[in-house]
């Protein structure tokens, strides 16, 4: 590093040697340029607590300055690397009490170039000192005078008298500046010099001469003249006619928190326009009743509670005399209170039921509108009725309401509350309420290889419509789906303040079960450009309204066709086979309501680790041969009526369960009949004496019949797929004429739903 050249500001920097970066052209202390002599500078407040030093540099600037703030015994304050500006500027504000600079004595700010290499360049140094004035004021509007000016509303009038009390920000202020201004960022034209109070706020008086926004600007000054930081403040002057004073003390009765005691709490609380550091001012509540002094409390913050004797009072409404003080020698403003010193009752009181159209309401988002009790009440309590009946739960001030409803007069009792005060209800009229829009179901699908658009809505389907390409050969990969209603307030989307009103999980390859994902506000089950199959889903009701709904959801799966309904977050799909989605419908119905039955009686739902614990072997004749065996779910035999003279004449079931326990199958044979129940893979049925059979009967033992429900279903030439039975129950014919010719056997765990029988056929036929 080459030796440190140090120049004066105003004299020209030394020469550098050859290499190294050019010095400063300039130092600036507080916006005011450095000379050769110590430069004495004042910083306006002390309460901003900076001081802004700058340096420029010639051209070529370097892209580093180190700036070093040195006191006068030569330890460092500031010691720090800066980037330059475009313009070859570089500043930085420094936090006096941060770097431990003091008002009065001197220090040194110098400047030098740092190379890219870490070489110095020479330096440029100036010696300054720094006053401060006086720290900011605050401003407060003034209570008792005509007209009262709040910062965040429109207050008084055109020539309506108020003021302002302002209370010094520390001991060293002797005067203050003030004068007045429409511009936000301007400066008064005339400015008003002060004293300030020798003991107590100084006031400041105000009397508009126009409508408008207007900037009250104080500076503070100290006995040395300097000028302190100025504060400003917003003055909101009311056109027309002017604004009245609120209230300056507003009286509630809180709850008694030790009822009994013979003392009545009051809250009194000051008016908002002058709440700002009540603490400072030295003001002071006093309580009258009939000249009789009841209380006297300071009033440091905006709610000050009092106790009062109730036997000052008596019972019955009591007009209480409450003064305010603002401050040491402010003139008290005085206004009445109605409390109750016991057994008082409410007057009036009116309520009506919130509604869009009203006599008649379509809506389900109802209201409690109270107004005209007197006095203001604590607070309620209410009851919604239907026909005049309580609805039970329906307690609070807003009431959704349930399809139940419709045909039906709804309205609310509203009982009012106060200490020592009767309760007093009233009942609003009632409100028909009519035919409302039901609750819809609207989704989609996006297959993979589909391009991605961002904001583009995949919800176009709805009601129990196909979203998806059936037989397309196309894997869905998501599944967007909500609900709708013109009655009912849902949102397409969660949030904190509307609930979604519907829970949606998928089951994804290679991922497993996955919640709801979100993307371009969009929320959707399954993933996107993975080119990952969608397998299951699973879809549940959820909010105030799922009592009276149930959403139906079933899939297209290929080689299985449409699945049966699952229903309230079963699954629907299939789970381990790997097989795609390639259709999707959804309905939402009322409770009690169902879908149609689907025509290929599938179950809702596959998986296949509960369905690889059976296995079932059909025998067809003539041809006498046992068939490949096949898992639980799967066609056992030839499903086809057209093509398939062969007859299921017999089965062998076997069961390789997660817990202990069997199969039993019975077969009723030409000439037998019922034949005895047998064990696992037995053979139930006729292989070899020409003896027809035409129906079967299953059951579980042990633990497996503790865990499962076995479902089965016969494929009778003809007809097709008789319903499902299940535990022992007849599936087949009782004649022998018409052929079985397949059979699937099905494993449902116990609280799973049950596989519907297509087109609602019977599981034996006579």
């Known amino acids: 590093m080459s030796a440190l050249a140090v120049v004066t500001a105003g004299l020209g920097p030394a020469a550098a040697a050859t290499g190294e970066p050019a010095a400063p052209s300039g130092l600036w202390v507080n916006s005011e340029e450095c000379g050769p002599e110590p430069l004495s500078t004042t910083i306006a407040s002390a309460d901003t607590g900076s001081l802004p030093l700058e340096a420029t540099f010639g051209d070529p600037a370097p892209t580093t300055a180190r700036f070093e703030v040195l006191r006068a015994d030569g330890t460092v304050a500031l010691d720090q690397d800066f980037d330059l500006e475009q313009d070859g500027r570089v500043s930085r504000v420094v936090r006096l009490a941060r770097a431990g600079l003091v008002e009065g004595s001197t220090y040194t700010f110098r400047v030098r170039a740092r190379g890219a290499d870490g070489a110095d360049g020479a330096a440029l140094q100036c010696d300054f000192a720094f006053d401060q004035g006086p720290a900011k004021p605050t401003t407060v509007p003034v209570l008792g005078e005509p007209a009262v000016y709040p910062s965040d509303q429109a207050g008084g009038g055109v020539g309506a008298r108020g003021a302002f009390v302002v209370l010094p920000g520390d001991d060293e202020t002797v005067a203050y500046d003030y004068g007045f201004t429409q511009e936000y960022d301007g400066f008064p034209e005339r400015t008003t010099r002060i004293a300030a109070a020798e003991a107590g706020p100084t006031v400041i008086p105000f009397v508009p001469a126009v409508e408008g926004d207007q900037y009250l600007k104080v500076a503070p000054v100290d006995a040395a003249g300097l000028q302190g930081g100025r504060t400003s403040r917003t003055i909101r002057v009311a056109a027309g006619a002017p604004v009245r004073p609120a209230p300056a003390v507003t009286v509630v009765e809180p709850k008694d928190s030790v009822p009994g005691d013979g003392r009545l709490p009051l809250e009194l609380t000051v008016s908002s326009a002058v709440a700002w550091d009540l603490s400072r001012l030295d003001g002071e509540f006093v309580l009258r009743y009939r000249g009789v002094e009841l209380a006297r409390v300071p009033a440091a913050a905006a709610t000050e509670r009092v106790m009062v004797d109730e036997a000052a009072l008596g019972t019955g409404f009591r007009d209480l005399q409450v003064e305010y003080r603002q401050f040491a020698g402010a003139t008290p403003v005085v206004s009445t209170a109605r409390v109750c010193g016991g057994s008082c009752s409410f007057g009036g009181g009116k309520v009506s039921v919130g509604s869009d159209t009203g006599k008649v309401s379509v809506t389900t988002d109802l209201t409690a509108r109270v107004s005209a009790f007197s006095p203001a009440p604590a607070s309620y309590t209410y009851q919604w009725l239907r026909d005049g009946k309580a609805i039970k739960g329906a307690t609070t001030k807003d009431y959704l309401g349930v399809p139940t409803d419709q ?3 709804l309205s609310v009792k509203v009982t009012a509350h106060g200490p020592r005060m009767e309760p007093r209800s009233v009942t609003s009229s009632p409100v028909l309420v009519g035919d409302r829009d039901e609750i819809h179901a609207v989704y989609g699908v996006r297959s993979i290889g589909n391009r991605w658009v961002k904001y583009l809505d995949f919800r176009e389907f709805r009601d129990g419509a196909t979203a998806g390409v059936v037989g397309g050969g196309r894997s869905v990969e998501l599944l967007a789906a909500s609900f709708y209603s013109r009655a009912y307030d849902i949102a397409l989307s969660p949030s904190d303040d509307v609930p979604l009103w519907f829970d949606m999980t998928g089951y994804v390859q290679g991922r497993g079960w996955t919640d709801l994902k979100r993307r371009d506000s969009m ?16 879809i549940d009701t959820a909010g105030p309204v799922s009592p009276y709904y149930d959403v139906f959801y079933r899939v297209y799966v290929p080689g299985r066709g449409w699945l049966g309904w699952a229903t309230n977050g079963g699954t ?13 419908q959804i309905k939402v119905l009322p409770h009690g309501k169902t879908p149609t039955a689907s025509g290929t009686g599938n179950a809702p739902s596959y998986s ?17 041969v046992w068939r490949v065996p096949m898992g639980g779910g799967s066609t056992a035999g030839r499903a086809d009526s057209v093509s398939a003279p062969q007859r299921l004449n017999a089965l062998r079931v076997d069961l390789d369960g997660r817990y202990s326990g069997s199969v039993q199958v019975s077969a009723k044979v030409k ?5 005895a129940y047998v064990g696992d893979d037995r053979t139930a049925g006729s292989t070899g004496y020409g003896l027809p059979t035409s129906a079967y009967r299953m059951r579980l033992t042990g633990s497996m019949a503790d865990h499962y429900r076995l479902y089965y279903r016969t494929y009778v030439q003809g007809v097709g797929w008789l319903g499902w039975a299940h535990d022992g129950a007849a599936s087949g014919t009782s004649s ?15 609280g799973e739903a049950a596989p519907r029988s297509g087109y609602g056929r ?4 006579s």
């Open 608 to 624: 296949r680790s509960t369905q690889k614990q059976v296995h079932v072997e059909a025998f067809m004749d003539p041809g006498k």
């Open 762 to 765: 019977a599981a034996y036929r």
């Open 671 to 675: 000439g037998d009949g019922w034949r």
């Open 407 to 409: 045909g039906h007069r």
């Open 736 to 750: 022998y004429t018409p052929r079985p010719t397949a059979v699937q056997v099905l494993l449902v765990p116990k």
């Open 572 to 584: 629907s799909g299939t789970i381990g086979y790997g097989s795609r989605i390639e259709g999707v």
């Open 523 to 538: 929320d959707y089950v399954g993933s996107i450009g993975e080119k990952r199959r969608l397998e299951a889903i699973r």
